[in-house]
């Protein structure tokens, strides 16, 4: 039985109004101090809501991340949103490199380790995502797309409290398909060998969470995984019901 504390952290990508802070609140109200002694717990809500979620009365052991940021600092990058200014808001991490960003916005590993180095600056916790396309698993490359993603994505200063990994499937994203157990299991075993290979105890310390269509019904059985440490949940970290079903059935 792994020491590390698991996570449960949201995603909640393009959505959340300031109707939703509601949801939010509510959540919050459930995470009760027994479930907050057996799991950690966060929502990243769109830029827009950072702060107000962040600075909310009833937020409660419930923290606050972001879902991107700029590797600079600041300067002249109209639209774009600085991690400083995401530590600014109240939140404590941000997620860096999701498949979304990647294949959206065409995300490369290398700028991907830039703002994991920028959420560090900022004295916050990176949450740096790797995960295979459907191709690459059926064409078996699935290893060797992690580990070319590790060593691209996490910059050599990661240690247990300032990283977080997340692996998420780009097919199981939103999908409702999960890899078989074994499947999380392979993958999550070669990411903390590789963890350890680099950052020696560090990496056998640093949390590992499993991300795609982690749902209430699902997630003890995914938790239960060895090197699992949590989830990075989207779908189901926008309401109340789900998100605190999900931590009810990792606690
Ligand atoms: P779903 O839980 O909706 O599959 O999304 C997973 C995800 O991308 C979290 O970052």
Redesign the pocket.
């Known amino acids: 039985m792994s020491s590390i504390k698991p996570l449960i952290a949201g995603?909640w990508k393009m959505n959340g109004l300031r109707a939703d802070m509601d949801e939010f609140a509510a959540m919050a109200q459930g995470f009760s101090s027994e479930l907050a002694s057996k799991a950690d717990a966060m929502i990243c809500p769109p830029f827009t809501l950072i702060a107000a979620l962040a600075n909310h009365p009833d937020r409660g052991a419930l923290a606050v991340g972001a879902q991107d940021c700029h590797p600079a600092a600041s300067g002249a990058h109209t639209g774009d949103i600085s991690a400083a200014m995401i530590a600014d808001c109240g939140a404590t991490a941000i997620?860096v490199g999701?498949s979304?960003r990647r294949h959206d916005h065409d995300e490369g590993d290398a700028l991907v380790a830039e703002k994991a180095q920028a959420v560090w600056e900022a004295g916050l916790t990176a949450i740096i995502c790797v995960g295979e396309t459907e191709a690459e698993r059926r064409g078996g490359t699935t290893l060797s797309v992690i580990e070319q993603q590790l060593a691209g994505s996490v910059p050599l200063g990661a240690t247990s409290r300032n990283t977080i990994i997340?692996y998420?499937p780009v097919w199981?994203?939103?999908?409702g398909l999960t890899p078989g157990t074994d499947d999380v299991a392979e993958v999550h075993g070669f990411v903390r060998s590789f963890l350890e290979g680099r950052f020696s105890e560090e990496g056998t310390a640093m949390r590992l969470l499993y991300?795609?269509?982690?749902k209430p019904g699902n997630a003890s059985e995914l938790m239960l995984v060895p090197d699992v440490n949590g989830a990075?949940?989207?779908?189901?970290s926008l309401k109340a019901t789900d998100f605190l079903g999900i931590l009810r059935a990792v606690s």
């Open positions: 995603n997620i999701h979304e997340a998420e199981a994203i939103g999908t991300g795609g269509s982690v990075l949940v989207g779908g189901a």
